[in-house]
């Protein structure tokens, strides 16, 4: 059964803090790993991973993959307020019929002014 | 491009009703998912597709059914509602198996 564990569960950091955000996995016939931001609604994609080592950016969000050890990590630097929601990590693997995403439970970042 | 679209946005069901929950996308994606997310945890799979006429089980089927007669829909069908049912549903689409784009979510209570 594909497993996929984030930590920590629930972050309270201050505005201008630097978090880092884990995701280990085990799962069978792996593709690629992404990530989520969740605030009080749907998903939406931040990134998707399918090389190990090579770090995506977008602005103060970048992500890394190490397929060796099997995790991934999320950074924010300067965080701010808008950064609050839920972080969810996927993981897809393929099937004979296709492949899925597994996800994680999440971590609830909360950033304090 | 409407995306994916999901109705209705809230229900409240007695134990034993059925629905059915519609979800739509107008981006041609070959791949839709089904989704739950129970207050403070991960979105677990329930069904999903990749295809018109092709659908497969996730991780948590069991009260639900699912079909894909066209490319742009993708009903979710509640027979004997539950209260383990209660949930956020959210349906999901993607051209390729990895990048999904969400719907809005369907926030459903069962008493």
């Known amino acids: 059964e594909d497993k996929v564990v984030q930590s920590p569960l629930s972050l309270v950091v201050h505005e201008g803090d630097t978090v880092t955000l884990n995701c280990s996995y085990e799962?069978?016939?792996?593709?690629?790993l992404l990530w989520y931001k969740q605030e009080k609604k749907a998903p939406t994609f931040l990134f998707m991973l399918t090389s190990s080592g090579i770090e995506k950016k977008s602005g103060r969000l970048s992500s890394i993959l190490d397929k060796k050890e099997l995790f991934s990590i999320l950074n924010i630097t300067a965080t701010q307020t808008g950064d609050s929601a839920v972080y969810l990590c996927?993981?897809?693997?393929?099937?004979?019929?296709?492949?899925?995403?597994?996800f994680g439970e999440g971590t609830q970042l909360t950033v304090n002014p | 491009n409407a995306g994916v679209t999901q109705t209705p946005k809230f229900r409240i069901l007695k134990i034993g009703q059925s629905m059915t929950l519609q979800c739509a996308q107008d981006m041609n994606h070959n791949y839709m998912y089904w989704y739950r997310q129970d207050p403070g945890m991960g979105l677990k799979l329930i069904y999903y597709s990749v295809g018109a006429g092709i659908t497969d089980k996730g991780e948590v089927p069991n009260g639900y059914n699912v079909s894909r007669s066209t490319t742009e829909d993708f009903p979710l069908r509640l027979e004997l509602a539950a209260p383990s049912q209660t949930s956020v549903y959210f349906c999901a689409s993607s051209y390729l198996s990895n990048e999904q784009f969400f719907g809005p979510g369907t926030r459903l209570t069962v008493l």
């Open positions: 799962v069978t016939n792996f593709r690629s």
């Open positions: 996927a993981v897809e693997a393929t099937e004979t019929s296709g492949s899925r995403l597994t």
